[in-house]
């Protein structure tokens, strides 16, 4: 019989992330799938996390655990890594759901070690299979579906955000325990010193956005009039953004001439490199333009529900079924008339 705990920290306002609630969402959908199963929660938090376990309180949990306390406001190893470890046997957990933020990805592993557990990352999905659950992920950079099940108890399952609906439920009391959990000077020796962060201007990664837009090096090539147009490529692509709240992605081609100094497209940064030596993203629509759609690129499409793409080349990469739909046509002008639409324009 498993015990299953649904663990999470909160956000800063003690409220749960959607990734959170999208764990939540996997593991009440589990929870019935096996024979005599529980549900606990498990919340780590700075404040005293009573605000975010009464907003899940009609989930279905039995126990709602807790640690608390200051040293949880930020991430970091060791404090994260113990309040994981206490919750977990607090809870007598056999399986913990936990959503894969940057903060649990990195202490989870290291907290099944402790356990004498296993721990597995980049979870798209978690069923039953012969009574027993079973996880799927990709692999080979997302070219490879495998489902797989572990007779290793406790079980770390770290859920990818965007892989499931966030939970939703009416708030109501939940009564909350605290954890036994001892936090000495010992591991609070890394300390937060603050966020450094792009202005605000600058952001162009947006998760949450419905929209990926991916620009390739086609942006800096030498166009019909033998010139490139490297401030014209900046307009478009920033306006687009700006107007359809998009998040940017590039190809390798480009990030790599922008990291190489040259003046091409300045908020580029390998962060936005789209493909097997970049990143996944989820995002219900993504528009590539100026990109050829070569299969290292495209493995970064994998979750994207539907590709269109803009390339002057018909025998494009796209062309070769990669893409839903794509427009051979000047991508300059495509996106000058989109911007323009977007801006209140009618259709020329
Ligand atoms: C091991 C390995 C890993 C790799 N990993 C990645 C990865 O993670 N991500 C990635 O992106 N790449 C990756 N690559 C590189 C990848 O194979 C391609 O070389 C790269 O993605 C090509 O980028 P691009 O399409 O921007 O540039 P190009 O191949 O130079 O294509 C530019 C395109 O722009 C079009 N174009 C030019 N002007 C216009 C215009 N006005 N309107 C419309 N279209 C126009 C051209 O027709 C052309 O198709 C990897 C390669 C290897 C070997």
Redesign the pocket.
Same mark, same amino acid.
Do not use: M, R, Y
């Given at each position: 019989m498993e015990t299953i705990l649904f663990l999470t920290h909160t956000e800063a306002d003690g409220s749960l992330s959607k990734a959170a609630r999208e764990t939540l969402g996997a593991a009440i959908a589990l929870q019935p799938a096996l024979p005599g199963a529980s549900l606990t929660v498990g919340l780590v938090s700075a404040d005293d996390a009573q605000a975010a376990a009464d907003s899940i309180a009609g989930s279905g949990a039995t126990r709602f655990l807790a640690a608390t306390g200051p040293d949880f406001a930020s991430a970091r190893y060791a404090t994260d890594a113990a309040a994981a470890e206490a919750l977990t046997q607090a809870a007598q957990a056999t399986l913990v759901l936990a959503p894969a933020t940057s903060r649990w990805a990195r202490c989870m592993p290291g907290v099944a070690q402790r356990l004498h557990g296993r721990a597995d990352t980049h979870v798209t999905a978690i069923t039953v299979e012969d009574g027993a659950p079973a996880v799927t992920r990709w692999y080979y950079r997302q070219r490879i579906e495998g489902v797989s099940q572990r007779a290793q108890r406790p079980w770390f399952v770290l859920l990818e955000p965007g892989s499931g609906e966030p939970w939703q439920g009416a708030p109501a009391h939940a009564a909350l325990e605290q954890a036994p959990i001892a936090i000495d000077n010992r591991l609070c020796r890394t300390v937060f010193c603050g966020w450094r962060a792009p202005r605000t201007d600058q952001q162009t990664i947006r998760p949450e956005a419905d929209l990926l837009l991916v620009?390739?090096? &086609?942006?800096t #090539?030498k166009?019909a009039d033998g010139q490139t147009h490297p401030a014209d490529a900046e307009r478009l692509i920033l306006g687009f953004l700006h107007a359809a709240q998009a998040s940017l992605g @590039?190809? #390798?081609?480009?990030v790599d001439l922008s990291g190489e100094g040259q003046a091409v497209l300045p908020f580029m940064t390998h962060l936005n490199?789209? @493909?097997? $030596? &970049?990143s996944t993203p989820r995002h219900p629509k993504g528009l590539a $333009?100026?990109? =050829? @759609? !070569? !299969?290292? =690129?495209v +493995? @970064?499409w994998r979750f994207i529900n539907e590709r269109r793409a803009?390339?002057? *080349?018909p025998n494009?990469g796209w062309a070769r079924g990669k893409a839903d739909v794509l427009y051979v046509? *000047?991508?300059?002008a +495509?996106m000058e008339e989109l911007n323009r639409i977007l801006a209140g324009g009618r259709p020329a």
């Open positions: 620009a390739g090096a &086609g942006w #090539k166009q @590039g190809s #390798k081609s480009l490199q789209i @493909g097997q $030596t &970049g $333009t100026c990109c =050829h @759609g !070569e !299969e290292p =690129h +493995v @970064g803009i390339n002057l *080349d494009c046509a *000047d991508a300059f +495509v």
